[in-house]
């Protein structure tokens, strides 16, 4: 499914997630290394706060960049020391694709960071390809059980503090982690961060720009498929985040990616850079085009969530435009793809859950026009729920 709705996030409705022991001690660790002086403060962060005291990052140099630049000084060349990032990049039949996706990490300004890459029962030449980077790449080999299962077994081989996730056939903008790493380091209490995307064919030309959104309710907006561009490829994570929702659902056929995205902004004080440091490969002819089997999986997502009685009230009282809006982005998907039975009755759900839903769905046609009519045309998702 495609979701094309901008965001209005940066809010999390626990803001329990905190430095580990090991990232606590890190300024004391790096204190016997050459460090610049701290910033002035007129060039710190700006940090603005809405109603719901969601954080604004807006600076381009924050405190957390000056740690960076003495950890990595500290790591660099040294393959014995712990890293301070894990990459996990989960691969299948990627061979086309993984070296760019390698590369792109190997040559990111931040550099104290393992690789590790999750053959998920590929038949191609996707080992050879990785084995070729020699020990700069963890290649992890297992039966094929699908993108979760692949990242799961990436988490549990990880050493790193912070976890990151890159897939095969994407690739990173040079400064991305350590932006990332920045904002994070300078503030503790946010325990994931996301980025914008640019979504790209498969020679990398680009076809739309998707930026992230910085304020708003995060997870409203997560919950109605705002500004998640490209997840998964886009997220940095704590480990003691990660460590406290778990592992990504394995027995969701697909939108496990929405499933992660929902709990990160409900525990983890998940925030965004706006800025696309993300090159995300979109194709016309993948599983994410089968509608049928985003039903169940959505469905089940939405049943937990709900029947969980801790959820904030506020959610609990959108419970009819959260479904009604999943049952929108069903009607869309048969819509583009001219089933038309499938198509009348999810509109007709989602406007009994919601009738607010009309006007959306009135000027889809106008809107899908613009996109065939713009350079890059239609640009459908490889996966389903951004």
Request: aromatic letters at 6%.
């Amino acid at each position: 499914m495609d979701c094309r709705e901008p965001n209005r996030s940066r809010e999390s409705d626990n803001r329990d997630c905190s430095l580990s022991r090991r990232e606590s001690t890190l300024p004391q660790r790096l204190s016997r290394k050459r460090v610049s002086p701290p910033i002035p403060s007129h060039r710190r962060a700006r940090v603005a706060r809405t109603k719901r005291s969601c954080v604004v990052l807006a600076a381009r140099d924050v405190p957390g960049r000056r740690i960076l630049r003495g950890y990595r000084s500290a790591f660099f060349g040294s393959s014995s020391i712990q890293p301070l990032v894990s990459t996990v990049i989960p691969a299948h039949n990627a061979d086309k694709t993984i070296d760019e996706a390698i590369r792109s990490v190997l040559t990111q300004t931040f550099l104290s960071q393992e690789i590790i890459v999750v053959d998920d029962g590929s038949v191609d030449n996707t080992r050879l390809s990785v084995e070729a980077f020699g020990d700069r790449v963890t290649y992890v080999g297992q039966k094929q059980g699908g993108a979760a299962a692949a990242r799961n077994t990436g988490i549990r081989v990880a050493r790193g503090e912070f976890i990151a996730f890159l897939d095969a056939d994407d690739v990173w903008l040079p400064q991305k982690l350590e932006r990332q790493l920045a904002v994070m380091l300078a503030n503790p209490g946010i325990g994931a961060v996301q980025c914008g995307a640019r979504y790209v064919d498969n020679v990398l030309r680009t076809l739309e720009v998707r930026t992230c959104v910085t304020d708003g309710d995060v997870l409203m907006d997560t919950l109605r498929f705002r500004n998640l561009p490209a997840f998964m490829s886009a997220l940095v994570m704590r480990r003691s985040c990660l460590d406290r929702i778990g592992p990504l659902d394995s027995s969701l056929e697909i939108l496990e990616d929405w499933d992660m995205a929902i709990k990160a902004a409900r525990f983890c004080n998940l925030a965004s850079l706006a800025d696309a440091l993300v090159l995300y490969r979109v194709h016309p002819g993948n599983r994410s085009r089968n509608v049928d089997i985003h039903v169940a999986p959505g469905l089940s997502i939405l049943g937990r969530l709900y029947a969980d009685p801790t959820i904030p009230q506020r959610i609990r009282g959108a419970e009819r435009q959260v479904y009604g809006t999943f049952y929108r982005m069903l009607s869309g998907g048969y819509f583009r793809s001219r089933r038309l039975s499938p198509f009348l009755r999810w509109c007709a759900l989602s406007l009994l859950r919601d009738p607010g839903q009309a006007a959306y769905m009135v000027a889809y046609p106008l809107r899908l026009l613009r996109r065939r009519m713009s350079p890059g045309g239609a640009t459908p998702t490889k996966h389903g729920g951004r």
